[in-house]
């Protein structure tokens, strides 16, 4: 069993920055395949950054420059920089763990490559 426990989320002024961690408890093999997710209300869940099976850290779009991810291997943690915030980052941001790879190759940034979800964490971004 895997539990994931995020942190971090608040409330902040457009251009403000905020740091998510995930704490990642019980199997660990889990930690392998790590990524954050979020989802507005009224939106589809995405994905934001990824990272797993030693490939670097993967970004949409969207988040590329503005946002770093870093994960402690020793603390089971993955943690979510994010700077430049603004009104399109507002969500909640889920926290998700466990490969599952579908015919053959592992993207990170879709729903159905992880097998563990979080509770999430709300990120609130005021204009």
């Known amino acids: 069993q895997v539990q994931l426990v995020e942190s971090g989320g608040g409330s902040v002024q457009d251009g403000g920055s905020l740091t998510l961690a995930c704490a990642l408890s019980g199997d660990t093999r889990a930690s392998t395949c790590m990524g954050w997710f979020r989802q507005a209300p009224g939106k589809q869940r995405e994905g934001v950054a990824a990272i797993g099976f030693n490939e670097g850290p993967i970004y949409r779009d969207s988040v590329k420059g503005r946002f770093s991810l870093s994960k402690d291997s020793v603390k089971n943690t993955l943690y979510l920089q994010m700077n430049s915030l603004n009104v399109e980052d507002a969500a909640m941001y889920i926290c998700?763990?466990?490969?599952?790879?579908?015919?053959?190759?592992?993207?990170?940034?879709?729903?159905?490559?992880?097998?563990?979800w979080g509770q999430g964490t709300q990120v609130t971004v005021a204009s």
């Open positions: 998700a763990a466990g490969c599952r790879v579908v015919s053959g190759t592992w993207f990170g940034l879709t729903e159905f490559e992880y097998n563990y």
